[in-house]
C-alpha cells in the first residue's frame, strides 16, 4: 500500500530564515505531488504541484519554492520566511487526471 | 463567485442523528466528486469518490451528486462523536486534469 511521510509534523522559525520541508512517498511511482497551505479555519490552498522529476508548476507566485529531485520526493522552500507564511503546509500525492489526491499530516509552521 | 461553494458551519448535531453535508459547484463540467474528512491537526483522509450523478454508498455514509442542480451531498447515518470533524468537498476540475478544486470545508460537531 502506498504510504505518505511529510516532516516535521511542528516547527517554529524566525522571521527571515530559511525553510525546508520534505515529503515522501512510498508504494507507487511516477505519481502526481502536491503542496497546499491550510490557513486556519479555511480550504486548501494549492501552492505547487508536480507531474514529473524536475517539473514544477507554481499556483501562487511568493516567496516559496518547491523542487522534486526525486520520483518520491517533494520539498518545499523558502531563503527567507515572512509572517504570513505562517499555517498548515500539506504534502499529498495523487495519479493521473481528476483522481482523488492523498494527505500526509502535515506540518504546523509558525513564525515568530 | 467560487467555484465550489460549502457552508462552513459548524454544524452541531446529536449523536446517532443523519448528518447531511452539502457542497454546491459552478462548472457542469466537473466529473468527479470526492469528500475529505479532516481531524484537527491532521491531513484529510478520503471518504467517498463519485463519478458522475448518482448515490454511492459505503457503511454508514452515502454520497449523491445531482448534477442537474449541480449540488452534492454526504450523509452520515447514526452519526457518532468519533465523526467530529472537518469535512471537505472536491471536484476534479475542468481546466486542469491535475488540480482538484476544493470547497472551504463544514465543521461538523457530534455532542454524546
Known amino acids: 500500500s502506498q504510504t505518505i511521510h511529510q516532516w516535521p509534523a511542528t516547527l517554529v522559525q524566525p522571521v527571515g530564515s530559511p525553510l525546508s520541508l520534505e515529503c515522501t512517498v512510498e508504494?507507487?511511482?511516477?505519481?502526481?505531488l502536491y503542496w497546499y497551505r491550510q490557513a486556519a479555519g479555511r480550504g486548501l490552498q494549492l501552492l505547487f504541484y508536480s507531474v514529473g522529476i524536475g517539473q514544477i508548476s507554481s499556483e501562487v507566485p511568493q516567496n516559496l519554492s518547491a523542487s522534486r529531485p526525486q520520483d518520491r520526493q517533494f520539498i518545499l522552500s523558502s531563503k527567507k520566511l515572512l509572517l504570513s507564511d505562517s499555517g498548515f503546509y500539506l504534502c499529498a500525492w495523487g495519479r493521473g487526471s481528476n483522481q482523488p489526491q492523498h494527505f500526509g499530516d502535515g506540518t504546523r509552521l509558525s513564525i515568530l | 463567485q467560487k467555484e465550489v461553494e460549502q457552508d462552513p458551519g459548524p454544524l452541531s448535531v446529536p449523536e446517532g442523528a443523519i448528518v447531511s453535508l452539502n457542497c454546491t459547484y459552478s462548472?457542469?463540467?466537473?466529473?468527479?466528486f470526492m469528500w475529505y474528512r479532516q481531524y484537527s491537526r491532521k491531513g484529510p483522509e478520503l471518504l467517498m469518490y463519485t463519478y458522475s450523478s448518482g448515490n454511492k454508498e459505503d457503511g454508514r455514509f452515502t454520497a449523491q451528486v445531482d448534477k442537474s442542480s449541480k449540488y452534492i451531498s454526504l450523509f452520515i447515518r447514526d452519526s457518532q462523536p468519533s465523526d467530529s470533524a472537518t469535512y471537505l468537498c472536491?471536484?476534479?476540475?475542468?481546466?486542469?486534469?491535475?488540480?482538484?478544486?476544493w470547497g472551504a470545508g463544514t465543521k461538523l460537531i457530534i455532542k454524546p
Open positions: 508504494g507507487t511511482s511516477n505519481p502526481n
Open positions: 462548472n457542469s463540467a466537473f466529473q468527479y
Open positions: 472536491a471536484t476534479g476540475g475542468s481546466h486542469s486534469n491535475y488540480q482538484l478544486i
